[in-house]
């Protein structure tokens, strides 16, 4: 395989790394978008607490997302990264006007399930693009540049919420709106972007060759990827079903359990993810490269179960909710979101890549839709109960994390992958 690792990005790296990380902006800016818009609903359509349930299940943070990640993985290793990433944003597009134009629960359910699927293909194939793209020692930086984008994406679209917020469900409609054109424009100028060399080489060399064949379905599950999938996805999928229950719920959860208006609710929720952009850019981006990245996952999932801890043991005043939403974004900020990109795309080879990201992710977010549907209910009868489960689902990834993380810091690419066929 050519080497494309080189020492410092260049001008065109970092502009590849922002095109392929929008899709992290387009994916939590759809997941908050509709978490802000699901009390508006909810009131304008009349709709009940399992009908409530069902839109977070089956929505872009959850149970099509699934699906998505799963057919675009896999398409993505066997006919490259550009054709889903490149054409994926119009089908997103679609379903978004879905939510435009939404004038009872059904269209907002199927646009929700349309963006979901639309969303869950582009993240495998933008998440190995950029850790392709990215020099040697500089993976966890690039791959830092997508999680600041998938918190912007929450802080514009709440912002135009806050701005918006007298407008009411009219409001909501330009937020998705907003959301739609820029998809549309991402399908523009991801068009100048070139395929992955990694990906060409590794077909190159399957084709003459020179590599055995590795990149079937079936060669996933051979002991050595099964165990980098069971690893993973039980971090993540722990840590997500925390994740996903606040992205999606807080909104809710403030101004039906904490009494709060819905715009001071929606203003806690924009404040928590500026303070993850910072955690981002000023731990995780800069030494995330350079440090025992065991132990800082280790410090990350402590902060984390700190701050969810305090909705358990604590009333739900405004000065509690501030408490756990700095801890809660600070740790989470270096923790199990980043490393699940970087370490998803250390652990496999080339052609499995993508496939084996769309696999686990499909696992994650199929598990949190299943979940949505009681988060509603549980809120409802009691929200102490399930805040000592989310804080039990916080240490469970921790303990998993700390227990199996890697040590891939510092090394490319190429000898990630040869330490990978040495041991097969």
Known sequence: MTSVATSGSSREDWKNTILAGLANYIDAGSIVAGGAALALWTEAYKMSNSLVGTIGALGPNAISAGVGALIGGRLC????RKRIYQYDMLFYAFGMLWLVFAMNAWMVLLGFFLVGLAVGADIPASWSLIAEIAPKGERGKHSGVAQVLWYLGPVVVLALFLVLAPLGLLGARIVFAHLA?????????????HESQYWLDAQ???????QPDKGRFRDLFTRQHIGSMAFLTGMYVFWNLWAGTNGFFLPYILRTVGAQTQFMSVALTMLSFG?????????????????NQ????????????????????????????????????FGQGFGAQCFFQLWSSEMFPT??????????FAMVRVSLGFWSFFVPVLTATGFQTLA???????VISGVIGVLFAPRNEGKSLEELEANLRANA
């Open 77 to 80: 290793d066997l006919f490259g």
């Open 181 to 193: 054109i820029l998809a549309i424009a991402l399908t523009f100028l991801r068009s100048s972007m």
């Open 204 to 210: 190159a060399a399957k084709k003459s060759g020179a």
């Open 275 to 291: 303070i993850g952009m910072a955690s981002i850019y000023f731990v995780f981006m800069k030494v995330s490269d350079k440090v």
């Open 294 to 329: 065991r132990l800082l996952f280790g410090i990350s999932a402590l902060i984390q179960v700190v701050g969810m801890a305090l909705f358990a043991v604590l009333p739900m005043t405004l000065p509690v909710a501030l408490l756990h939403i700095f801890l809660m974004a």
């Open 351 to 360: 052609l499995l890549r993508s496939t084996a990201q769309g696999f686990m």
């Open 388 to 394: 000592w489960i989310l804080t039990g689902f916080l």
